[in-house]
């Protein structure tokens, strides 16, 4: 409710309008009486009103008239009428028409401010869900990718030429590029923003946590099933489905994917009956999916029936000229997270050795950095020599550097598979593949105790 809601109380019996504007003014409110329907319409013409109260019954401009044009001038306003108990009819018909709430004559004064009370307070939720879905919808959109590279300005103008489109969208990317942030911006930016956004890592999950996430299941599917759950494409319906890491999904959930694709039907697991779901799939991966056709690990026909629309994400290290920018956005998101810091911006050699960083875990990596030096940070300005420690542990700029102490050939082989687990967020099984080991192999580089295969 506002600090102190205006309300305009109307009625044809001018003491009946003073006497309950004044029960109101009691009560915190700044109340204001109109002895008839035309002067309440004047007055919502030409002065602020947060809500109004009127009788229904009035000549030449009755209250039902009243109503039309408080919503026409403003649909969220709440109105209140107020009605002798045989006119009841009148009374639905104008909740009908969008009234609030009616009251029967007579009635007590408190029983009206709860009702005034509840209206002003669901107008304030309304706004600001309102207020919120706006202004995530203007965080996410495409036009807060940042950077004036030509790559990235391709990126930004395919999203807004394909974000209102039905068609799937796959977004191709190494890991770190930001591909959840193009798939959150084809969803701000197109009509389905107000519907929800439902996203889920394909490879986080193992093959039937995965099934039942996607499609839901009936009670009694499975052991645990104690009752029926809706899955990510129902709870999606009418908005859009981020499926992170599709090049991880199995083939046999590639299957029953390509036949939601095509049929536009879910069916949850140990369901007998299929329902329609309205879902705009966006899917993203960081591998070569055609060389994963060749190899029999995607299915071809999945990679058609996604592959209507394509972005590619380019690396932070082919769009160099956007460093500084992203390195100005994260210095100031991470002084927010960290107020305390004395760090406020970077030098020139400090800024200049970013812009020639490799970046191999890309803007993601970046950030990271920027949080590390905002954190540990003991002067206003971050120098070169700051660097040094943190670039040579993260790859370097130009390949590999090498600093310091000579290290064992054991704890060499301990950092660098630390590092590399760190570039894939701690997914291990993708970490033993890029360095063509297997898990165990990995465990012992990473200095763990063997738990078995």
Not at 120 to 138: F, H, Q, S
Not at 151 to 175: K, N, Q, S, W, Y
Not at 223 to 245: M, P
Request: hydrophobic content about 40%; some cysteine.
């Amino acid at each position: 409710m506002p600090e102190r809601a205006r309300v305009l109380v109307v009625d044809d019996s001018a003491d009946m309008a003073r006497t309950i504007a004044a029960g109101l003014g009691d009560r915190g409110y700044d109340a204001v009486a109109a002895a008839s329907g035309e002067e309440a319409v004047t007055r919502l013409r030409g002065e602020t009103f947060h809500a109004v109260i009127t009788d229904l019954r009035m000549p030449k401009v009755d209250g039902l008239e009243v109503l039309a044009e408080s919503r026409r001038l403003d649909a969220h306003r709440p109105v209140i009428v107020m009605t002798a108990f045989s006119a009841v009819d009148t009374a639905v018909e104008s909740i009908r028409r969008g009234a609030y709430h009616y009251l029967t004559k007579p009635f007590k004064q408190d029983e009206l401010a709860i009702f005034l009370a509840r209206a002003l307070e669901e107008v304030r939720v309304r706004k600001e869900a309102a207020n919120l879905k706006t202004a995530l919808r203007t965080r996410f959109s495409g036009q807060n990718i940042l950077g004036t590279s030509v790559a990235i300005r391709a990126v930004r103008d395919r999203i807004h030429r394909v974000a209102d489109a039905p068609a799937p969208v796959i977004v191709f990317g190494e890991t770190g590029t930001g591909k959840g942030l193009v798939a959150r911006a084809l969803h701000a930016d197109g009509h389905r923003a107000e519907r929800p956004f439902v996203s889920v890592n394909c490879a986080a999950l193992p093959e039937a946590l995965l099934e039942s996430e996607l499609y839901g299941y009936v009670k009694g599917a499975f052991t645990g099933a104690t009752s029926d759950r809706e899955g990510l494409f129902a709870e999606a319906d009418g908005g859009t489905l981020f499926l992170d890491e599709i090049g991880d999904m199995s083939l046999t959930l590639q299957a029953k994917l390509l036949r939601v694709l095509e049929s536009g039907t879910i069916r949850p697991v140990g369901a007998t009956r299929e329902r329609t779901v309205d879902v705009r799939v966006v899917a993203a991966t960081h591998r070569n999916l055609p060389q994963a056709v060749r190899e029999g690990k995607f299915r071809e026909d999945l990679l058609y029936r996604l592959d209507v629309v394509s972005i590619v994400v380019p690396s932070l290290r082919d769009r160099k000229e956007d460093v500084p920018a992203l390195l100005g956005f994260f210095l100031e998101e991470t002084r927010r997270k960290y107020p305390a810091s004395p760090v406020q911006a970077f030098s020139a050699e400090a800024t200049r050795r970013l812009v020639e960083h490799r970046w191999p875990g890309n803007v993601r990596e970046l950030a990271h950095l920027v949080e590390k030096l905002v954190l540990l940070g003991h002067a206003p300005e971050v120098q070169s020599a700051d660097l040094d420690e943190l670039l040579s542990a993260e790859g370097g700029p130009e390949g590999l550097r090498f600093t310091g102490d000579i290290l064992s050939l054991r704890e060499l082989e301990r950092r660098y598979a630390t590092w590399a687990l760190a570039q894939h967020g701690g997914h291990r099984g993708k970490t033993a593949e890029k360095l063509e080991i297997d898990p165990k192999t990995l465990r012992r580089l990473l200095g763990e105790a063997d738990r078995g295969d």
